[in-house]
Nanobody, 126 residues
Framework: QLQLVESGGGLVQPGGSLRLSCAASGFTLDYYAIAWFRQAPGKEREGVSC????????NYADSVKGRFTISRDNTKSTVYLQMNSLKPEDTAVYYC???????????????????WGQGTQVTVSS
């Protein structure tokens, strides 16, 4: 059974860093798009970033470009989201999601993501 489990969330001060992990089980990360989404209270879910596991190509929302980095370790079936220079507006529940993806193009967070993790809370506050 395909499962995604996020970890690494927590409380951090503005300007700080966190690294989120998304561990996949029940499938190998050979031809998938893995994305990170976030949802703050009272706000719509926002696509943050995605990575194409076959090539490592990435895509980012403008709000996190230059601060967040997505990466993958296919041998560990894990995708990471390194978040630096965190701001209070980054506070949200962060989810990872997976979609089978064999296209030559880059991934986007607008794909239909079939599999979702349970989420991990990130709070940026002094």
């Amino acid at each position: 059974q395909l499962q995604l489990v996020e970890s690494g969330g927590g409380l951090v001060q503005p300007g700080g860093s966190l690294r989120l992990s998304c561990a996949a089980s029940g499938f190998t990360l050979d031809y998938y798009a893995i994305a990170w989404f976030r949802q703050a209270p009272g706000k719509e879910r926002e696509g943050v970033s995605c990575i194409k596991t076959s090539s490592g190509s990435t895509n980012y929302a403008d709000s996190v470009k230059g601060r967040f980095t997505i990466s993958r370790d296919n041998t560990k079936s894990t995708v990471y989201l390194q978040m630096n220079s965190l701001k209070p507006e980054d506070t949200a529940v962060y989810y990872c999601a997976a979609s089978p993806f064999r296209r030559p193009s880059r991934c986007t967070t607008n794909l239909e993501y079939n599999y979702w993790g349970q989420g991990t809370q990130v709070t940026v506050s002094s």
